[in-house]
């Protein structure tokens, strides 16, 4: 945990910067843990039907599944990357 010490050189506006960042990073890590949540609940009500549809073993259920996990996982590797090169070129 960061603290503050009164007698460093912030201004209250960058102290004010620092806690908006601050929230921004929180709310930022809330949500996208809320929306992880979000992809394994969806995947649980779609596995039936997806079961049901192509026949599917317990063992390629365990593949659909890790399959859409890996692919989360990838698509928040090259996320920043990906960020980063198209605001540095609109911007």
């Not at 908006?20 to 709310?27: A, G, K, P």
């Not at 995947?43 to 063992?59: E, K, N, Y």
């Amino acid at each position: 945990m960061v603290s503050i010490n009164h007698d460093s050189a912030l201004t209250p506006r960058s102290l004010r910067d620092t806690r908006r960042m601050n929230m921004f990073v929180s709310v930022s890590a809330a949500v996208a843990g809320l929306l992880f949540g979000l992809d394994i609940g969806v995947i649980a009500g779609a596995l039936p039907f997806i079961t049901d549809h192509f026949v599917l073993t317990s063992r390629l259920q365990e593949w659909v599944v890790s399959s859409m996990m890996l692919g989360a996982a990838i698509g928040a590797l090259f996320n920043g990357w990906l960020s980063f090169r198209l605001g540095v070129s609109i911007a």
